[in-house]
């Protein structure tokens, strides 16, 4: 990493995050003290990921049409690939492995999981700020929803903190209620990429008072990672079957 990314980033490490008060920052303080930073990749005593680790991430250089995987700018559905109800294009930060796979799994069960989150935060900035954008300022973010229960459980929605940060960085405007999610989905893991379209169906719903904020819209569906792209192709299938304008999908990881 050259001075100058070092600079930026450390830059960015003073940054607040745009969901932190003033007063949970005070609070963040105090539990640095009292409660000391280990990297969530190789331990070592100092951040919630060192610099070492940070190093290690695996940027996505070369991005891919989300039908038939070949390299594509930008992540943007081939003409050739785009059908009626296709999603138009996938945009994913990192590889999912290494670092970026123990933040996001280390996110899941920490009991300080917005402090984690800084680190993942930084990684956005650094990665989204410079990065050339295909989706205009108009078009508008939506992470994808987590069950009630579930939410109710982890106390937050990661898909939902990383659309706040991509809205920091991007000024677009965020909305989180048009997509609902109906039931519960079963662990994708495991499944095949046909069962997990199967499964995908059913799992949301648009919201049934939002939808004329749909019609004539465009969106950037916002999740934590991509694997199949059955959850991100399936939101997007809804936006379009309600009329809606263009849709992206922008993920932090993908495997
Ligand atoms: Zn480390
Ligand atoms: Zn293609």
Redo the contacts with the bound molecule.
């Keep these: 990493m050259g001075e100058k990314q070092l600079k930026r980033r450390q830059k960015y490490k003073r940054t607040p995050m745009p969901t932190t008060t003033g007063e949970k920052r005070i609070y963040s303080k105090i539990l640095d003290f009292l409660l000391p930073k280990f ?6 005593y100092g951040h919630y ?2 610099q ?2 940070y190093n290690q991430i695996n940027f996505v250089k070369t991005h891919l049409c989300p039908y038939c995987r070949r390299s594509s700018v930008g992540g943007l559905t081939h003409p050739g690939c785009l059908t009626k109800y296709a999603i138009n294009g996938i945009y994913s930060a990192a590889f999912y492995k290494g ?1 970026i796979r123990s933040l996001i799994k280390t996110l899941k069960y920490h009991p300080f999981p917005f402090r984690v989150y800084e680190e993942i935060e930084i990684i956005l900035k650094r990665y989204f700020t410079d990065q050339e954008r295909f989706f205009p300022k108009e078009a508008v973010i939506i992470p994808i929803p987590m069950h009630p229960e579930k939410k109710k459980k982890r106390k937050f929605n990661q898909s939902q903190l990383i659309a706040n940060t991509l809205q920091s960085i991007w000024k677009n405007p965020l909305q989180d209620e048009i997509l609902i999610r109906t039931r519960r989905g079963r662990v994708q893991a495991g499944l095949s990429r046909r069962q997990r379209y199967q499964n995908v169906r059913g799992l949301f719903q648009i919201h049934p008072q939002k939808r004329k904020l749909v019609e004539g819209n465009s969106f950037i569906l916002v999740d934590d990672i991509v694997t199949s792209g059955a959850t991100l192709k399936w939101c997007a299938f809804l936006l379009k079957k309600n009329r809606a304008g263009k849709v992206w999908g922008v993920t932090l990881a993908r495997d």
């Excluded at 990297?39 to 070592?44: A, I």
């Design positions: 990297c969530v990749h190789c331990g070592k990921l060192c070492e680790c670092p």
